[in-house]
């Protein structure tokens, strides 16, 4: 074997050995905090059907963008919103423009059975101290509570009892283990059979905050990954959405 022959042998092994890693390689998906309960069950679902293994990790969906901008090699991103998967795709990130595979919902809950019916009344009271919402500017059921409050005229009154959690899975751990006596978070807390602490609710009439349209990119470190454009394909089919809906998310 003269040295070129052995040089485009090596290159060709190391070309295939490269195929068969990224092959055998998992999905590289950025989930929102909010999706930690549901994504465990679709990883699961998903593997059933097609063997191809996901590997999800969660976060504020403003930290997640800014992360995939900085050159993460995440292969989709599921955000809370639109806003941060429309801005991926504006600035080139995204092979797609998003779409909404969720419709999430706000609701206010405690460890603690206090009267959430007239939250809007108890919440300025001397009772509650402390109120965990999400950071509005990265998280956005930290945004739809913080419109709730405004909406009912209460936000300048209490916001001084406000702790802000970093994602929305900061918030739940402050409500479940009884850091704070009151916190607004999603419906999914509530439908989380992971979740032991029981907790009291009630649902934010949605009419009060900005829809919370959950959006998806397919990004382009996914370019020609036929996996990753099958799970994109699964999180939009009837089998997911089932799923979505155990989990108190509404779905078209």
Known sequence: MTK????????????????????????KVAIAA???????????????????????ISGPSGNLSTQISNGAPFDLFLSADTKFPAELYKKGFALKEPVVYAEGALIICSSQNINLANWAK????????KIAIGNPAIAPYGKAAQETLMQAGIYDTIKDKIVYGESISQVNTYVTTGVVPVAFTTLSLIKDPANKTPLFYRVIDPKTYSPIQQGMVLLKHAQGNTKAEKFYRYLLSPAAKKIFIRFGYHVK
């Open 4 to 27: 070129t022959t052995s040089f485009k042998y090596l290159l060709t092994s190391a070309c295939l050995l490269w195929q068969l890693t990224a092959h055998a390689q998992n999905l």
């Open 34 to 56: 909010n999706l930690q309960p549901v994504i465990k069950v679709l990883q699961q679902d998903f593997g059933k059907q097609t063997g191809i293994g996901i590997d999800a």
């Open 122 to 129: 108890l919440l300025p009271g001397a009772t509650i101290k």
